[in-house]
């Protein structure tokens, strides 16, 4: 019988792990270089560098934001119509602060070069942005900023603004040692 236990706790902390390391691996594979994670400031996934542009009829950002992080995601605007302000930094730096109108859970897009990277971030209203995450251009070199969209995620029974805990294995097994002393035979 605890041989039955201990292989359902085992199936299950394999099961609830899973959706997280598949998610890591495919924003750092299906992004494209895998450059993203070449930032300094904070953010929660990312993915990219992707050629191109993110926005506009040639755009592929709401796409891949779809594909990479679940479907759900609108643009909201970006540093050219006002919708992003720059608190530092602007268009062609390479890194600073920008703010928006909006709150909570969103995206934004690093657009510089001819490539673009996403990164999804806990608050649109403040956050920081480099261009570090796109690709390199001439001989190696960081491009300037072009634009700086931001993207917000709809919020539903199926899509939630913070990303899911997965309880750690540790706690899973110490649940299952205090379950399991519980059925241990008594002696009289």
């Not at 251009?137 to 700086?148: D, F, R, W």
Request: net charge negative.
């Amino acid at each position: 019988m605890i041989k039955n236990i201990v292989l359902t706790v085992l199936g299950s902390t394999a099961v609830l792990l899973t959706p997280s390391l598949n998610s890591t691996a495919q924003a750092a594979t299906l992004g494209g270089s895998g450059s993203c994670a070449n930032v300094s400031f904070s953010y929660i996934d990312c993915a990219g560098s992707f050629s191109g542009n993110d926005k506009g009829a040639q755009g592929t950002g709401l796409n891949n934001l779809d594909a990479l992080f679940g479907s759900g995601w609108s643009f909201a605007g970006d540093n050219e119509d006002s919708t992003v302000s720059f608190t530092s930094g602007g268009d062609g730096t390479k890194a600073g602060n920008a703010s928006t109108s909006l709150s909570g859970f969103g995206a934004i897009a690093v657009k510089a070069g001819n490539s673009y990277s996403l990164y999804t971030v806990d608050d649109l209203s403040s956050f920081e942005w480099s261009t570090e995450g796109v690709a390199k251009v001439g001989k190696n070199n960081t491009p300037g900023l072009s634009h700086l969209s931001v993207y917000t995620y709809a919020e539903g029974p199926e899509h939630e603004s913070e990303p899911e805990s997965v309880p750690e294995p540790g706690l899973l097994l110490g649940i299952l040692g205090l379950v399991g002393t519980g059925f241990l035979p008594k002696k009289n």
